[in-house]
C-alpha cells in the first residue's frame, strides 16, 4: 500500500491523491486504509495485477467508506476483488465492492486483468415432505372419569387395617357402594397396590390419585381414600399420528473467496407412521419424501433451479380403523427459493457511482442499491 503525492492539475477543482493496494488484503475500509483524510480530494486508487482482496467477515471485499465530502473516489482495478459466498442461515453472498456513503462519487475502472467478483448466492432450500395422515379410530373398554367425593353422593375407593392384620376396604361410585359394610371376604385384588378390581356383575373398576383419609363406614378406622372410575364401555381407541415429513439438506453454499460452491448436504427421510391405540385403530401414514435442496451459485449467481420436483411429497394417508377412516396426509411445501442471497459487483446507495469496464475485464453478477 503506497500513497503519491498530492498534485493539482491545470483547470482540475480537485486535488489528487494517488493510492496502491497491492498484495493479498481483507475486508479493506478504503477511507480507513488511506488514514481518514479530511481534505475533498480526488482519491485514485489502484489495485495492481496480481493483489487480491478478499472478503471474510464484513459485508464487502472493499468498503469505500466514507470520504470528506464533495471528494471523487477513483478505484483502477488490475487484480480480482472477491466476496464471499452465501450460506444459508447465516449470511448472504458478500459483495465485492461497497459504496453506500453518501456526499462522495465513486467510479470503478476495471481494466483488462481486472475482475470483480461478488460471492455467489447459496442453494435453494428443498420442499419439506408433508405429514402422514392419522389413522383412523376403534374403540376399547377403559376407565370412565376419575370422581372423588365424601359427600352425598360419595365415590371414592378407600382401604387400610386396623394394625391388627383386619383389613377394611370400601368402594362408593355415585352413591352406590359396591363392597364394604362389614362385607367379607376382603376383594380378590392382588394387594394393595393393585388399580383394578374386577366385581363381576358390576364391572370393574379402577383405582385413582391418592387423596385424604376417610373413616371405615363400619369399623370406624381411617382408611386411605382414592379417586375412583367405573369402566365405560366403547371408548374411542385414536389412530397413530401420522409419520413426520422428509425434511431437505442444508442448500450448498455460495462461490466466494473462501472457496468454491458447495453440493446440498443429505436429506432426512420421512418418519413412519404410528400404531394406533389397539389393534381396532389404523395406523398413521408414513410422511412424504422432501424434494432435493440445491448446490450454491456462482459469482454473483443465484444457484441453479432445481431439475427434479419443487415440491415435497404428500404424506401417506392413514390406515382405517374399525370405526373410523384414516385422514388424507398433507401436502408437501414447495422450495425456498434463495434468488435474493446473491452479493453486488458494485452496491451503491445515494452516492454517485460508475462503472466503466474500459478493459473488458471480468466482472460478475450485476451492481445493486
Not at 184 to 189: A, E, K, L, M, N
Not at 199 to 226: E, N, T
Request: aromatic residues 10%; glycine residues 22%; hydrophobic residues 25%.
Amino acid at each position: 500500500m503506497t500513497f503519491a503525492a498530492r498534485t493539482r492539475r491545470a483547470g482540475q477543482s480537485l486535488p489528487v491523491v494517488q493510492y496502491t493496494l497491492s498484495g493479498t488484503l481483507e475486508d479493506v475500509v478504503l477511507v480507513d486504509q488511506m488514514g481518514n483524510p479530511t481534505t475533498p480530494a480526488l482519491y485514485r486508487v489502484t489495485i495492481p495485477e496480481g493483489s487480491l482482496i478478499g472478503n471474510v467477515n464484513a459485508s464487502a471485499a472493499l468498503q469505500v467508506g466514507q470520504f470528506p465530502a464533495g471528494s471523487t473516489i477513483e478505484i483502477i482495478n488490475y487484480g480480482s476483488i472477491q466476496g464471499r459466498g452465501a450460506i444459508y442461515g447465516v449470511r448472504n453472498g458478500g459483495d465485492a465492492i461497497r459504496a453506500t456513503w453518501p456526499g462522495q462519487t465513486v467510479k470503478v475502472i476495471n481494466k483488462t486483468t481486472g475482475k470483480i467478483y461478488p460471492g455467489g448466492g447459496h442453494g435453494h432450500y428443498g420442499g419439506v415432505g408433508g405429514a402422514g395422515g392419522q389413522g383412523g379410530y376403534g374403540l376399547y373398554n377403559g376407565p370412565g372419569d376419575f370422581l372423588y367425593s365424601t359427600s352425598s353422593p360419595p365415590s371414592y375407593w378407600a382401604f387400610g387395617d386396623d394394625g391388627n392384620g383386619n383389613e377394611y376396604f370400601t368402594l362408593y361410585h355415585q352413591g352406590n357402594v359396591y363392597y364394604g359394610m362389614g362385607d367379607s371376604p376382603f376383594p380378590p385384588y392382588e394387594g394393595e397396590n393393585a388399580t383394578v378390581w374386577d366385581s363381576g356383575d358390576y364391572g370393574k373398576f379402577y383405582r385413582g390419585s391418592a387423596m385424604g383419609l376417610v373413616p371405615d363406614p363400619f369399623s370406624g378406622y381411617m382408611l386411605q381414600s382414592y379417586q375412583v372410575a367405573r369402566e365405560d364401555y366403547n371408548l374411542t381407541a385414536p389412530g397413530g399420528e401420522g409419520g413426520a415429513g422428509g425434511l431437505p439438506g442444508t442448500p450448498g453454499k455460495g462461490r466466494g473467496y473462501e472457496g468454491p460452491a458447495g453440493a446440498a448436504g443429505p436429506k432426512t427421510p420421512p418418519g413412519a407412521g404410528q400404531p394406533g391405540f389397539n389393534s381396532t385403530a389404523g395406523a398413521g401414514g408414513a410422511g412424504g419424501e422432501a424434494s432435493d435442496s440445491t448446490e450454491g451459485g456462482d459469482w454473483g449467481s443465484a444457484a441453479p433451479y432445481p431439475s427434479g420436483p419443487d415440491q415435497g411429497e404428500r404424506g401417506q394417508t392413514g390406515q382405517n380403523g374399525d370405526f373410523g377412516f384414516g385422514q388424507t396426509g398433507q401436502e408437501g411445501q414447495y422450495l425456498v427459493t434463495a434468488y435474493h442471497t446473491v452479493g453486488a459487483s458494485v452496491r451503491y446507495g445515494t452516492t454517485t457511482v460508475a462503472i466503466d469496464n474500459e478493459g473488458d475485464g471480468e466482472i460478475a453478477g450485476s451492481s445493486m442499491s
